[in-house]
């Protein structure tokens, strides 16, 4: 999906590794003649390791929430309701269209891209596994429409060869792998770590699917710091209800910021409507409205 800001996130840690390791060049360079690492890098790395180790023993502490077998089941068809208007999240593995939004191709269970690079790395992923697939041969050209919205070298064949592809379990396994990778695993963990129960792991969720894990303004984590600055998440103290609204207001406004009349009822008629009811659990039975039209889970 969307990756507003992807390619800064995903250099951040080079960055700032570089940046650590200018500071001291004498020391440095006799440390890679040694063929020890630099000592202030070196730090920089063991204070960070050890950080993401609480993180990961704070999260391993929750509940599982969103990602307990029934929620996530739970999750998949909300998103399809706003992504592909059914609640069969399975029949959209073979899903291909370009929607013109600019991103080439959308395709697949959680809408990869051909321009915003989740496409190819599925694809480059998949082929390592399983050379020869069918597939395989459109590599040269997903690499250079990655990051535009051409169909240069894949049209005509390549729609027809994804649906194909899509009909085998190892490549559908591969785009599970691929959407809990990129999208959900991050979200939800993201989510623990802001304190938040099952319903604003799904919000989270949904916003890292359609915005992208990017650090930009319209990226995921560029919505998350905005609301961030206007309210408290429950593990700074804040109150639930209270700061997923916000992170709700500052996701629609982004929505419609190049588009007034753009649809938000996916945040409108859905999300919103199960937090006013209180339902942070995300618990069964469930109703809402995407596009005008009603979905029910008893």
Not at 115 to 135: F, I, K, M, S, W
Request: charged fraction near 25%; charge should be negative.
């Amino acid at each position: 999906m969307k990756r507003a800001g992807f390619l800064l996130f995903a250099l951040a840690p080079v960055l700032i590794t570089a940046a650590v390791s200018c500071t001291t060049p004498g020391r440095a360079a006799a440390d890679a003649k040694a063929g020890r690492p630099p000592v202030a890098q070196s730090r920089a790395t063991s204070t960070a390791g050890v950080a993401r180790a609480d993180r990961d023993a704070a999260v391993a502490g929750t509940p599982a929430g969103l990602a307990a077998p029934g929620k996530k089941e739970l999750a998949q068809e909300i998103v399809a309701s706003a992504e592909n208007s059914t609640l069969d999240w399975r029949s959209a593995y073979g899903y291909i269209e370009d929607i013109g939004d600019g991103q080439g191709y959308t395709a697949g269970v959680i809408g990869f891209c051909t321009g915003t690079h989740d496409l190819l790395t599925l694809v480059e992923r998949y082929t390592a596994q399983h050379p020869g697939n069918g597939l395989a041969r459109y590599l040269p050209a997903l690499r250079a429409v990655d990051g535009t919205d051409s169909h240069e070298g894949l049209d005509p064949g390549f729609p027809a060869a994804w649906r194909h592809e899509a009909t085998l379990p190892a490549f559908r396994e591969a785009e599970d792998h691929e959407r809990d990778l990129v999208y959900f695993d991050p979200a939800v963990r993201r989510a623990k770590l802001d304190g938040l129960g099952t319903l604003g792991q799904f919000i989270y969720y949904d916003a890292m699917v359609m915005h992208g894990p990017g650090t930009g303004a319209d990226g995921f984590y560029g919505l998350r710091d905005r609301a961030v600055r206007e309210a408290k998440p429950p593990s700074e103290g804040g109150d639930e209800k209270t700061y997923l609204s916000v992170f709700l207001d500052v996701r629609r406004a982004v929505m419609r910021s190049g588009n007034p009349d753009r649809d938000t009822t996916r945040i409108d008629t859905a999300q919103r409507r199960f937090l006013e009811a209180g339902n942070l659990g995300l618990d069964t039975p469930l109703e809402w409205q995407v596009y005008g039209e009603t979905y029910r889970v008893p």
